[in-house]
């Protein structure tokens, strides 16, 4: 069945996403899916049950700030439940303590019958068990790619080519901003100094806390340990310790030892429980995770089979991310294993 897409948000992953599908070419094309709904806070709500015009909203909202054609008067859980979307893709503002309003806007869609696909880690950090039975009991998909290492396939990987093994560990390099911070460091640069380079670099945000404290990584291990490995882990919590406490002196220390700092999440199970926490590393130079620089990410499973494997590619950006959304959606039409 081609998927009529209800859009809840429309930044920078959005517009991203429409760019993607407007211009359709190769496997995109073949997705064959249409954009009948986007509800923004910004922007407003706009519905066409026969299709959007993609090109005419990103114009709008970047000429004008807002939809001017095709308007309702809908906030985004009435545009979940009225407009004729088969699927929803859940992309507002990520919170990490409440989940809010993303998990509303993924309730009410599986509730209503409508797969969700979202890129947004709140609800699946806090809500991942609940959600996902809620999608089973409605016969409905909950797919998330995007929440871990960006358009990285992690998840993919993990169900599909890694199906035939038991992974008994993770562990994994899983925010780009302290990763970059953390080597400017080791190339001689103050702490204060590597993060405003990482603001000016569009890699951190004005208000960085949820990277550097390590809980945009924390929600990633959680996701991981829970989706991944049966896990009920709670990110409020699991052990948690960022970057700031780092100094010169650990920096240079480490390298004289043979050894880098990185921010590491980890999950294993030990006893027959689940243990995770995130919280910098020294690692040997030997290991794969110390040579990952600047702001890609990395992730090594252990196995059963074939003991670690280790994938790294981007871990964050609109296209990337956009692209994640674009690999569920290819598995709901089934076009993916």
Request: charged share 15%; net charge negative; glycine share 12%.
């Amino acid at each position: 069945m081609q998927q009529r897409l209800a859009l809840v948000g429309f930044g920078v992953v959005g517009q991203a996403l429409a760019s993607l599908l407007a211009d359709a070419a190769g496997t995109v094309r073949a997705l064959g899916c249409r954009v009948v709904a986007i509800s923004d806070l910004r922007f407003g709500t706009v519905f066409d049950p026969a299709g959007l015009d993609l090109v005419r909203c990103l114009a709008e909202v970047r000429h004008h700030g807002r939809f001017t054609t095709d308007t309702r008067n809908w906030d985004a859980l009435t545009m979940i439940r009225e407009s004729n979307g088969t699927a929803v893709v859940e992309l507002s503002v990520t919170d990490l303590v409440t989940g809010e309003p993303a998990t509303s806007h993924c309730r009410v869609a599986l509730e209503a019958g409508r797969n969700v696909v979202t890129c947004n880690k709140g609800p699946v950090a806090l809500h991942h068990r609940a959600l996902s039975a809620l999608a089973a009991t409605h016969g409905m998909q909950f797919l998330y790619e995007g929440t871990v290492m960006s358009g990285t396939p992690v998840f993919n990987l993990a169900r599909n080519c890694l199906a035939g093994t038991t992974i008994t560990g993770l562990r994994g390099i899983l925010n780009g901003t302290t990763n970059y911070i953390l080597g400017a460091m080791e190339a001689g640069t103050g702490y204060a100094a590597a993060l405003a380079a990482a603001q000016a670099a569009g890699y951190a945000e004005a208000n960085p806390e949820a990277d550097v404290s390590g809980r945009d990584a924390l929600a990633k291990v959680v996701i991981l340990a829970n989706a991944l490995m049966g896990g009920a882990l709670d990110p409020a919590t699991t052990p948690c310790e960022g970057i700031t406490g780092i100094t010169p002196h650990d920096i240079a220390r480490a390298a004289a030892e043979g050894c880098r700092y990185k921010l590491i999440g980890t999950v294993a199970r030990r006893n027959g429980e689940l243990e995770a926490s995130v919280r910098p590393m020294a690692l040997p130079l030997s290991d794969p995770l110390a040579g990952v620089g600047g702001v890609t990410n990395a992730l090594t499973f252990t196995t059963d089979l074939l003991g670690e494997t280790t994938i790294v590619g981007a871990g964050a950006g609109p296209v990337p991310t956009a692209y994640a959304i674009i690999a569920d959606l290819l598995k709901l039409e089934g076009a993916v294993g």
